[in-house]
Protein backbone atom coordinates (compact mmCIF):
# COMPACT_ATOMS: atom_id res chain seq x y z
CA UNK A 1 0.00 0.00 0.00
CA UNK A 2 1.52 3.90 -0.88
CA UNK A 3 2.31 5.51 2.44
CA UNK A 4 0.92 8.46 0.84
CA UNK A 5 -1.26 9.20 -1.80
CA UNK A 6 -1.97 12.51 -3.57
CA UNK A 7 -5.14 11.47 -6.39
CA UNK A 8 -4.94 15.12 -7.99
CA UNK A 9 -2.06 14.92 -10.72
CA UNK A 10 -2.87 18.58 -11.86
CA UNK A 11 -5.29 21.04 -10.31
CA UNK A 12 -6.40 24.92 -11.68
CA UNK A 13 -6.84 27.33 -9.64
CA UNK A 14 -8.30 31.08 -10.80
CA UNK A 15 -6.03 34.25 -8.90
CA UNK A 16 -7.52 34.84 -5.55
CA UNK A 17 -9.62 31.81 -5.02
CA UNK A 18 -8.97 29.28 -2.16
CA UNK A 19 -7.76 25.40 -3.73
CA UNK A 20 -7.28 22.25 -1.89
CA UNK A 21 -4.97 19.72 -2.48
CA UNK A 22 -5.76 16.02 -1.18
CA UNK A 23 -3.49 13.90 0.71
CA UNK A 24 -4.28 10.67 2.66
CA UNK A 25 -1.91 8.93 4.32
CA UNK A 26 -1.15 5.30 5.67
CA UNK A 27 0.66 4.50 8.69
CA UNK A 28 -0.11 2.22 12.16
CA UNK A 29 2.51 4.40 14.06
CA UNK A 30 0.77 6.39 16.65
CA UNK A 31 3.28 9.23 16.45
CA UNK A 32 4.21 10.31 13.06
CA UNK A 33 4.19 14.14 11.24
CA UNK A 34 3.03 15.43 7.80
CA UNK A 35 4.40 17.87 5.65
CA UNK A 36 3.70 19.69 2.74
CA UNK A 37 6.52 21.27 0.17
CA UNK A 38 5.97 23.06 -2.83
CA UNK A 39 8.59 22.23 -5.42
CA UNK A 40 8.46 25.53 -8.76
CA UNK A 41 9.88 24.87 -11.75
CA UNK A 42 13.59 25.75 -10.55
CA UNK A 43 13.87 22.43 -9.27
CA UNK A 44 14.12 23.60 -5.18
CA UNK A 45 12.05 21.47 -2.41
CA UNK A 46 10.91 24.61 -0.11
CA UNK A 47 8.59 23.83 3.04
CA UNK A 48 5.32 24.82 4.05
CA UNK A 49 3.53 23.68 6.53
CA UNK A 50 4.17 20.83 9.36
CA UNK A 51 1.53 18.99 11.55
CA UNK A 52 2.09 16.42 14.03
CA UNK A 53 -0.12 13.58 15.29
CA UNK A 54 -1.11 14.81 18.33
CA UNK A 55 -1.74 18.28 17.63
CA UNK A 56 -5.24 19.23 18.12
CA UNK A 57 -4.99 22.25 15.90
CA UNK A 58 -4.77 22.45 12.77
CA UNK A 59 -1.49 23.75 11.18
CA UNK A 60 -1.88 27.22 9.49
CA UNK A 61 1.38 28.97 7.89
CA UNK A 62 -0.03 32.35 6.35
CA UNK A 63 -1.75 31.46 3.32
CA UNK A 64 -1.39 28.08 3.78
CA UNK A 65 -3.35 25.53 6.17
CA UNK A 66 -3.46 22.11 6.94
CA UNK A 67 -6.99 20.34 7.23
CA UNK A 68 -5.91 17.24 9.78
CA UNK A 69 -8.33 14.69 9.87
CA UNK A 70 -6.93 12.22 11.35
CA UNK A 71 -9.80 9.70 11.25
CA UNK A 72 -9.61 9.47 7.58
CA UNK A 73 -5.74 9.60 7.65
CA UNK A 74 -5.98 12.46 5.49
CA UNK A 75 -3.88 16.07 5.66
CA UNK A 76 -5.20 18.08 2.93
CA UNK A 77 -3.42 21.37 1.66
CA UNK A 78 -5.46 24.16 1.72
CA UNK A 79 -3.77 27.68 0.00
CA UNK A 80 -5.87 30.77 0.29
CA UNK A 81 -6.19 33.90 -2.18
CA UNK A 82 -4.33 31.93 -5.00
CA UNK A 83 -1.25 33.97 -6.20
CA UNK A 84 0.29 32.90 -9.67
CA UNK A 85 3.56 32.59 -7.86
CA UNK A 86 2.02 29.22 -6.26
CA UNK A 87 1.86 27.70 -9.76
CA UNK A 88 4.04 24.99 -8.70
CA UNK A 89 4.38 21.26 -7.68
CA UNK A 90 3.17 20.27 -4.19
CA UNK A 91 4.72 17.61 -2.56
CA UNK A 92 2.70 15.61 0.78
CA UNK A 93 5.34 14.18 3.01
CA UNK A 94 5.00 11.46 5.99
CA UNK A 95 7.57 11.30 8.56
CA UNK A 96 6.93 8.02 10.92
CA UNK A 97 9.10 7.51 14.21
CA UNK A 98 9.25 9.82 17.43
CA UNK A 99 10.62 13.09 16.84
CA UNK A 100 14.39 12.98 17.95
CA UNK A 101 14.60 9.38 17.04
CA UNK A 102 14.43 7.26 13.83
CA UNK A 103 12.56 9.15 11.14
CA UNK A 104 11.98 7.63 7.85
CA UNK A 105 10.19 10.05 5.71
CA UNK A 106 8.26 9.30 2.77
CA UNK A 107 6.78 11.76 -0.21
CA UNK A 108 4.03 11.41 -2.35
CA UNK A 109 3.74 11.30 -5.74
CA UNK A 110 2.60 15.07 -6.30
CA UNK A 111 0.28 17.20 -7.12
CA UNK A 112 0.86 20.03 -10.22
CA UNK A 113 -1.03 23.32 -9.40
CA UNK A 114 -1.59 25.74 -11.80
CA UNK A 115 -3.08 29.57 -11.43
CA UNK A 116 -5.23 31.09 -13.67
CA UNK A 117 -4.72 34.61 -13.89
CA UNK B 1 22.55 31.88 6.69
CA UNK B 2 24.13 30.36 3.24
CA UNK B 3 21.44 27.49 2.64
CA UNK B 4 22.31 23.79 1.44
CA UNK B 5 24.41 23.96 -1.24
CA UNK B 6 25.36 21.10 -3.86
CA UNK B 7 27.34 21.01 -6.76
CA UNK B 8 27.23 20.10 -9.95
CA UNK B 9 23.91 21.55 -10.41
CA UNK B 10 23.57 19.68 -14.08
CA UNK B 11 26.18 16.49 -14.86
CA UNK B 12 25.55 14.67 -18.50
CA UNK B 13 27.93 11.48 -18.81
CA UNK B 14 27.91 8.46 -20.60
CA UNK B 15 26.37 4.98 -19.21
CA UNK B 16 28.99 2.94 -16.97
CA UNK B 17 31.24 6.31 -16.15
CA UNK B 18 31.34 7.17 -12.41
CA UNK B 19 29.54 10.37 -11.07
CA UNK B 20 30.01 12.33 -8.04
CA UNK B 21 27.78 14.67 -6.00
CA UNK B 22 28.51 16.95 -3.19
CA UNK B 23 26.46 18.34 -0.75
CA UNK B 24 27.16 21.13 2.06
CA UNK B 25 24.59 21.11 4.54
CA UNK B 26 23.46 24.22 6.67
CA UNK B 27 25.82 24.86 9.08
CA UNK B 28 24.87 23.25 12.25
CA UNK B 29 22.36 20.60 10.65
CA UNK B 30 23.32 16.95 12.47
CA UNK B 31 20.82 15.26 10.00
CA UNK B 32 22.16 14.60 6.09
CA UNK B 33 19.61 13.46 3.51
CA UNK B 34 20.47 11.91 0.51
CA UNK B 35 17.15 11.70 -2.04
CA UNK B 36 16.35 10.92 -5.78
CA UNK B 37 13.43 12.15 -7.61
CA UNK B 38 12.51 10.58 -10.81
CA UNK B 39 10.57 12.88 -13.32
CA UNK B 40 6.78 12.75 -12.33
CA UNK B 41 7.42 11.49 -9.17
CA UNK B 42 8.28 13.03 -5.15
CA UNK B 43 11.82 12.20 -3.48
CA UNK B 44 12.80 8.90 -2.41
CA UNK B 45 15.28 8.51 0.54
CA UNK B 46 18.44 6.96 -0.75
CA UNK B 47 20.89 7.24 2.54
CA UNK B 48 20.15 9.32 6.12
CA UNK B 49 23.20 10.52 8.28
CA UNK B 50 23.31 11.20 11.82
CA UNK B 51 26.77 12.95 11.89
CA UNK B 52 28.82 10.61 10.54
CA UNK B 53 26.82 7.66 10.56
CA UNK B 54 24.77 6.20 7.97
CA UNK B 55 21.55 5.48 10.09
CA UNK B 56 19.13 4.51 6.71
CA UNK B 57 20.73 3.22 3.94
CA UNK B 58 18.14 0.36 2.86
CA UNK B 59 17.53 2.57 -0.29
CA UNK B 60 21.16 2.16 -1.29
CA UNK B 61 21.56 0.75 -4.12
CA UNK B 62 25.20 -0.77 -2.98
CA UNK B 63 26.04 -2.73 -5.89
CA UNK B 64 26.59 1.12 -7.70
CA UNK B 65 26.40 3.94 -5.49
CA UNK B 66 28.09 4.89 -2.15
CA UNK B 67 27.98 7.24 0.05
CA UNK B 68 30.13 9.11 2.57
CA UNK B 69 30.10 12.15 5.35
CA UNK B 70 33.57 11.74 6.63
CA UNK B 71 33.67 14.67 8.88
CA UNK B 72 30.38 14.66 9.40
CA UNK B 73 29.69 17.86 7.08
CA UNK B 74 29.41 17.69 3.88
CA UNK B 75 28.71 14.84 1.96
CA UNK B 76 29.55 12.86 -1.36
CA UNK B 77 26.95 10.81 -2.75
CA UNK B 78 29.10 8.37 -5.66
CA UNK B 79 27.67 6.38 -8.70
CA UNK B 80 30.38 4.17 -9.82
CA UNK B 81 29.34 2.63 -13.23
CA UNK B 82 26.09 4.61 -14.11
CA UNK B 83 22.89 2.74 -16.20
CA UNK B 84 20.86 4.95 -17.77
CA UNK B 85 17.70 3.98 -15.62
CA UNK B 86 20.16 6.32 -12.75
CA UNK B 87 18.90 9.94 -14.53
CA UNK B 88 17.28 11.59 -11.81
CA UNK B 89 17.61 15.15 -9.98
CA UNK B 90 19.56 14.07 -7.08
CA UNK B 91 18.77 16.46 -3.82
CA UNK B 92 20.67 16.39 -1.22
CA UNK B 93 19.08 17.46 2.37
CA UNK B 94 19.50 18.79 6.01
CA UNK B 95 18.31 19.34 9.72
CA UNK B 96 19.04 19.63 13.15
CA UNK B 97 18.74 16.53 15.04
CA UNK B 98 15.43 15.69 15.56
CA UNK B 99 14.24 18.62 13.64
CA UNK B 100 10.65 18.66 11.80
CA UNK B 101 11.76 20.55 8.62
CA UNK B 102 14.33 19.23 6.45
CA UNK B 103 15.75 22.14 4.27
CA UNK B 104 16.97 21.12 0.40
CA UNK B 105 19.54 22.25 -1.81
CA UNK B 106 18.84 22.89 -5.30
CA UNK B 107 19.80 19.41 -6.50
CA UNK B 108 21.69 17.73 -9.34
CA UNK B 109 19.73 16.91 -12.54
CA UNK B 110 21.59 13.58 -13.87
CA UNK B 111 21.71 12.49 -17.10
CA UNK B 112 22.78 9.54 -18.20
CA UNK B 113 23.00 9.25 -22.00
Known amino acids: AQKITQTQPGMFVQEKEAVTLDCTYD???????LFWYKQPSSGEMIFLIYQGSYDEQNATEGRYSLNFQKARKSANLVISASQLGDSAMYFCAMREGNSGGYQKVTFGTGTKLQVIP | EAGVVQSPRYKIIEKKQPVAFWCNPISGHNTLYWYRQNLGQGPELLIR????????DSQLPKDRFSAERLKGVDSTLKIQPAELGDSAVYLC???????????FGPGTRLTVT
Open chain 2, 49 to 56: YENEEAVD
Open chain 1, 27 to 33: TSDQSYG
Open chain 2, 93 to 103: ASSLWGGNEQY
